[in-house]
Each structure stands twice: as C-alpha cells, then as structure tokens.
C-alpha cells in the first residue's frame, strides 16, 4: 500500500484537494468520494466552504486538477449556492479558455455552467461574449448550456443559429442545441437548418437532419402548421444517397413529413425499400404510405419485416418505423396490420396491437 494510502481517511477539503494529483489511482479515487461527501453533507455553510474551494481551485492558474473538479462538481453540487455563482462562471470559463475542443471535460464544464445559469439566470446574459470567444472550446460549451435551459435559453436562441456555421466542434454542439430549441422559433430555426442539410455532410449532416425531424414532429403532435419550405424534398433526396445508413434513414423518414411527394420522390424511395438497411427500408416504406403515394410494394415489406420468419432485427425496425409516424397517417397499413398481428409473438405482437388501437 502505497505512503499516500496509508495516511487514512481524506477529512478536509485540504487534504482532498492535495490527494487529487496523487500518482495513485486509489487515492485519487478516495479523494474524489470525499470531496463529493463534503460537497453534499454537513451544515448549508460547510457545504457552500467545500464548493468554494473547489471553485477557488479550479480557476487557479496552474491548476492540474481541474478535470476531477469538474466531475465532482457537475455531479454533486446542486443546487448552487447565490453567492458562488459569479465565481463558478470565472472558474469554468478560466478553465475552458485552456481546454482542447475535444476533451471530455468540456461536457462537464458545460453542465456546471448550466447548473449556474438555471438558479442564476442573469448569468446567461452576462455570458452572451462568450459565443464569441477565440477558444472553440468555450464556443462549444457555450452552444451546449443554452439547449439545455429549456425555455429559458430562448434568448441565447439567434446566437446558437449563428454557431451553425462555426468550426465543426462548435456547429456540432450547436446542432444538439438546437433539437432541444428549435420549436420555441420555427419560422426561424427550419430554413437555417434545412440549409445545413443542403451543404453539409457526415455528422453535421447527420444533426442537422435529427434536429430537423425534431421539429416537425414537434409541429405534428402540438397540431401547428410546419413552416413552408419549398425545397424541402429536393434537398432532402440528396440525403437518400448518402454513404451513411443512419443518414438516409432520416432523409427516407422526413420525406414522409414532406406531404404529396413528386414522381422523383416517389422512385427514390421505392428503391430503397431494397436498402441493404432494413432501417432505411423500413423507413421508405412508411414514407410512401404516409405521403399517399401508391403503397403496395411499401406494404408487402413491412408486412416481409413484420412477419413471424423475419428475424428481430427487421421487425424491430418495421416496429419502430411504424410507431414513429403518426397513426393518423397510417391508416392505409391497417389491414396489413392486422393480418401480421395475428401471427405475431412477443414485443412485436404487443407494439402491433397497441399500435392498431391508435389508428383512427
């Protein structure tokens, strides 16, 4: 047992602070365990001392700890006292001004400064130069708190848009941001992330399109209007040819948002009821009978997916397809519907029967 270990049970934030650069893994450990205690036990004034020094700590200069600060203080400090809150966001942004984009740390930064600005929100507002800050750490982190407010971060909703076009770690985060927000101003979100959809690729493809679902299915339950967008199902058919099941599934799934679809449309979708992903096949087939286009082979697939043979795969991705459109839509699978969930077993059975009980 290693000089430090032996030394007993950590007491003092003094002592924790000293453990956390420890060479030992298990006194680091300890460290971390009774500094959360400390944090979350004893009298209200102990506990705003030991976040205190912590946060003293953390915006030191210097500081070769700052990583398991954070951990210890995303998870165990709630809520934040009043009086820290200023020296929480100095601390944080002190620390995400050194921080590599790519750190994992950079989650739980971002989650301290949530946790402030949610019992604090002024602080929002005292941070808006942050979205411009030179590091691209403190951008990202910047995009992240202000999904996460909820309502709250409505303000900070024109300065995430303008993250969009930011370096990729930024517009990443921003993206996620936006799956939360985007229904709080939909004539304004839809065509800025459309657009993303137009001109970008990989993973900023990718959330750009979630977030795009996101929102018109926020639209669909809440029964509002989704916001005119004349190119929609052009620059949607760019995504069915994309490398990346994961990205045609979403193209193939916000096509059937689209309304009556063209003949273009309507071929293209067709073909991928072959898609070597049964998800993106799925997903086509569900398009198609949701738009009111011809849906006879759309059909015979899912009820091939569906079927007591198929294996779990296929029918968990006919299942998940079928659930996430609207039942309203559905009610040209209804027969077919019926028919599978006679011989179905299982889940599969279950989803069926629940799903045929929504069909209008």
Not at 21 to 46: K, Y
Request: glycine share 8%.
């Amino acid at each position: 047992m290693s000089s430090e270990r032996s030394k007993g049970r950590v007491r003092t934030v003094e002592e924790g602070l000293g453990r956390l650069s420890s060479r030992d893994a298990g006194s680091r450990e300890e460290a971390v365990s009774a500094l959360e205690e400390l944090l979350v036990s004893g009298t209200p004034e102990s506990r705003e001392q030991t976040a205190r020094a912590l946060l003293e700590e953390l915006g030191r200069p210097g500081t070769a700890v700052a990583e398991p600060l954070l951990f210890v203080l995303q998870r165990d400090w709630w809520p934040p006292q009043a009086g820290l809150t200023g020296l929480a966001v100095q601390s944080v942004l002190a620390v995400l001004a050194r921080m590599d984009a790519e750190s994992p740390a950079l989650e739980n930064a971002a989650t301290v400064l949530t946790m402030v600005c949610r019992v604090d929100p002024p602080q929002l507002t005292a941070l808006d130069g942050m979205f411009q800050h030179p590091s691209v750490a403190v951008r990202s982190a910047m995009a992240r708190i202000v999904g996460r407010l909820g309502t709250a971060g409505a303000s900070g909703l024109p300065r995430l848009l303008e993250l969009l076009e930011d370096e990729e770690p930024v517009a990443l985060s921003a993206l996620e941001s936006l799956a939360a927000l985007a229904h709080l101003a939909p004539t304004l979100t839809a065509p800025r992330l459309l657009g993303q959809v137009r001109t970008s690729d990989g993973a900023r493809l990718y959330l750009a399109l979630v977030s795009l679902r996101g929102l018109l299915e926020e639209l669909y339950l809440e029964d509002e209007p989704a916001p005119s967008l004349p190119d929609q199902e052009s620059v949607l058919l760019r995504t069915l040819t994309a490398p990346e099941a994961p990205i045609r599934q979403e193209g193939a799934t916000l096509l059937g948002f689209s309304g009556p679809l063209s003949p273009a449309a309507v071929a293209a979708l067709r073909e991928h009821l072959r898609d070597e992903s049964p998800h993106v096949a799925a997903r086509s087939a569900v398009a198609l009978v949701r738009s009111g286009a011809p849906a006879a082979e759309a059909l015979f697939l899912l009820k091939g997916q569906l079927g007591p043979a198929a294996s779990r795969e296929l029918q968990e991705a006919a299942v998940a397809a079928l659930m996430d459109a609207g039942p309203d839509q559905l009610g040209r699978a209804r027969g077919m519907l019926e028919t599978v969930a006679r011989d179905a077993v299982g889940l599969t059975r279950e989803a069926l029967f629940e799903l045929l009980g929504q069909l209008p």
